[in-house]
């Protein structure tokens, strides 16, 4: 659990998909059981949890992106959906 926990949690294939990060929550679960995305440097499953605070790290076939969540959110529209994680690395 995050240092940084404040009572927001949310699966991880559910923040990648309200954060726009992957399109569609499918993709997200795939991606997460394909070792894809880490967890604060742990490979993540899809049922994992994030919180505020917490590091991701997403491999994009030669591309990665590696993010700090700002914010965890059930419902966010388009224009809203940066404002749920920082970019710390964009390879």
Not at 11 to 37: H, M, P, S, W, Y
Not at 38 to 53: F, H, S
Request: glycine letters at 10%; hydrophobic letters at 40%; a positive charge.
């Amino acid at each position: 659990m995050s240092p940084f926990f404040a009572g927001e949690i949310m699966r991880i294939d559910k923040f990648l998909k309200n954060a726009r990060i992957i399109k569609r929550r499918t993709v997200a679960k795939e991606a997460c059981d394909g070792g894809r995305v880490k967890i604060n440097g742990k490979t993540a499953k899809a049922g994992d949890e994030v919180a505020v605070g917490d590091i991701i790290e997403v491999q994009f076939g030669n591309r990665g992106q590696k993010l700090r969540v700002l914010d965890i959110r059930d419902n966010v529209q388009k224009k809203g959906a940066e404002a749920l994680y920082e970019l710390m690395a964009d390879d």
